[in-house]
């Protein structure tokens, strides 16, 4: 059988470059050349084998763009070389939410890259129906970030900014990043985001998005902003303890929270403030199959080549997660055949 790299999980702390049988396909499946695969925060926890459901030996990597190389029949208008992306998530489709519309929140959600064999490698092999295509022109590199971009997409989504005039984005990461150019995408007037680390902040500066120090350089200009009054929207992408406790101080009487972090542990919230501004906080998880759709129409708009920091050949995702862990990083793409084009 033929073989080829891929990016597995051996144990905490242990990521390689393996040789692995490359997957053959069954009814209802394709084969994917992968062509570039971006990490995630949740990789971390991967790898150092703190989540709870991925098991080592194990394939990572759910952010991909690739090529459709081989295709057993089915239902469907993909032909061999389309473009595409991956809907990694994986429903059970009996649980109230997947029953009544919402498969994302599904009680045993499972995923690629966590549950089973993900796409940083050479090779994928998935359901067509997890395929989502991408236009021809464009660049696999930005087809990579269309998952986090749909992450943007669906926490925006989740709340009416039809009328917001003032919104505040805490973290800069990639997640944070992403919703502020969303949200500036949207016509949103005022876009704020914040983060403790300046060279993130620096990066936020030269996609054009008006960056303070988290605390009260912050504070003190959205109260400028707003007489006081605190932002119409609050999006907490930090996931630290210091972004709970700042996102109900920073909101509006009357304003909402949307809440895009995974936070690892429960985290202090001022449930008084909550209760005397009458504040609305509302989750976010994951996305849907119309925030991908969404995120690919927006992705040639935003200049989303500045937010992929580092890029590394297959062969050296060891290094390529080093990097991405060192903090010196934003996004960090895997590319199997060396280029990112």
Do not use: W
């Amino acid at each position: 059988m033929d073989q080829m790299l891929a990016a597995r999980y051996m144990g905490p702390n242990k990521v390689s470059a393996e040789a692995v049988d490359r997957p053959t396909i069954a009814a209802g499946e394709a084969l994917i050349r992968v062509a570039a695969c971006g990490f995630c925060g949740s990789d971390i926890n991967i790898i150092s084998g703190t989540h709870p459901r991925a098991q080592a030996p194990l394939t990572v990597g759910h952010e991909l763009a690739g090529e459709i190389v081989e295709l057993a029949d089915g239902d469907t208008d993909l032909v061999v070389g389309d473009r595409v992306t991956m809907f990694p998530l994986i429903s059970c489709g009996t649980c109230h939410a997947c029953t009544h519309g919402h498969a994302h929140v599904c009680r045993q959600l499972r995923l690629f890259g966590f549950d089973v064999d993900g796409g940083m490698a050479e090779y994928v092999k998935l359901p067509i129906d997890s395929l989502i295509k991408l236009p021809p022109e464009m660049p696999a590199h930005i087809g990579a970030l269309i998952e986090p971009l749909a992450v943007a997409v669906h926490g925006v989504a989740r709340v009416d900014t039809s009328t917001t005039k003032v919104a505040v984005v805490l973290g800069a990461g990639p997640i944070g990043l992403l919703t502020a150019l969303v949200l500036k995408a949207k016509g949103i007037p005022q876009v704020l985001i914040s983060d403790v680390a300046q060279a993130k902040l620096d990066l936020a500066g030269e996609l054009g998005l008006s960056a303070y120090k988290a605390g009260e350089d912050l504070q003190s200009q959205v109260m400028a902003l707003t007489d006081n009054n605190g932002a119409d929207i609050v999006f907490e992408c930090a996931g630290h303890p210091s972004s709970a406790r700042e996102m109900t101080v920073l909101a509006r009487s009357r304003g909402v929270i949307v809440n895009l972090s995974v936070f690892k542990e429960p985290v202090a919230v001022n449930l008084q403030m909550l209760n005397f501004k009458e504040l609305e906080i509302v989750g976010s998880r994951v996305y849907e199959r119309c925030d991908f759709e969404e995120a690919i129409r927006l992705a040639m708009q935003m200049p989303l080549e500045r937010i992929i920091s580092h890029s590394f050949p297959l062969s050296d995702v060891a290094p390529a997660f080093a990097q991405f862990m060192s903090g010196d990083a934003c996004k960090v793409i895997v590319v199997p055949n060396g280029k990112t084009q």
